[in-house]
Nanobody
Framework: QVQLVESGGGSVHTGGSLRLSCAAS????????MGWFRRAPGKHRELLAAISSGGNINYADSVEGRFTISRDNTKNTVYLEMNALKPEDTAVYYCNADIQDERKRGYYWGQGTQVTVSS
């Protein structure tokens, strides 16, 4: 069974940095696109950044220039480096991956990790 396990959330002050990690485990053939989303209280889920298997990257305007997405295909892991954090970045952050296993291709989600930025 495929699982995505996140780590790295926490609490920081404005201007601080955090690094999130999301590792895929289980039995699968390949990982295609990977990405990071967040959901703040009272708001819709927001796509923050995505990276293809070939390394093409896209960012939401709200995080471009402050967040960096990367992946290590040898570790089946995607990262989100977050700098210059603001209180409005406070949310639960989720990773997502498009994974092909032996029977099907589908999107999987991490369990979510809380990021809290205080002023």
């Amino acid at each position: 069974q495929v699982q995505l396990v996140e780590s790295g959330g926490g609490s920081v002050h404005t201007g601080g940095s955090l690094r999130l990690s999301c590792a895929a485990s289980g039995s699968f053939i390949s990982i295609n696109g990977m990405g990071w989303f967040r959901r703040a209280p009272g708001k819709h889920r927001e796509l923050l950044a995505a990276i293809s298997s070939g390394g093409n990257i896209n960012y939401a305007d709200s995080v471009e220039g402050r967040f960096t997405i990367s992946r290590d295909n040898t570790k089946n892991t995607v990262y989100l480096e977050m700098n210059a954090l603001k209180p409005e970045d406070t949310a639960v952050y989720y990773c997502n991956a498009d994974i092909q296993d032996e029977r099907k291709r589908g999107y999987y989600w991490g369990q979510g990790t809380q990021v809290t930025v205080s002023s």
